[in-house]
């Protein structure tokens, strides 16, 4: 899919190019459950796609994450681990948030200038 199409939310399946991976993602695509994000959870198998957005907080998590800040074609901008109580800068090419527990983005091979898939 491309990064230019306007989500309602839901599930998917994310691959990062070039790696045989198909990681369950949630698709936060309304202003309840981006706000909600992952709060109040203490994990999460899998990813949540954050979007349109382009900053995140862990105020109030319980555990650090992995962020990947993605631009509108769904490449990746930055990669960044965060632990909880943190504020992120706004990523100004950035139009849609990735994030996952801390660790899993390396074990998918995500990396700055990376290419995602969501299905």
Known sequence: MSGRRQWTGG???LTVA?????????IAATYGTRRRGLLGRDGIAGAILLTPCNSVHTFRM??????????????VVEVHTMK?????????RARHVLEAEA???????????????VN
């Open 11 to 13: 599930t998917g399946t």
């Open 18 to 26: 070039g790696h045989n991976s198909g990681v369950p993602v949630e």
């Open 84 to 92: 909880p109580g943190r504020l992120g800068l706004p990523r100004l």
């Open 103 to 117: 660790g899993a983005m390396a074990g998918w091979g995500l990396v700055p200038g990376g290419l995602v898939t």
């Open 62 to 75: 319980r555990f650090t994450i992995d962020v990947a800040y993605l631009d509108k074609e769904l490449r």
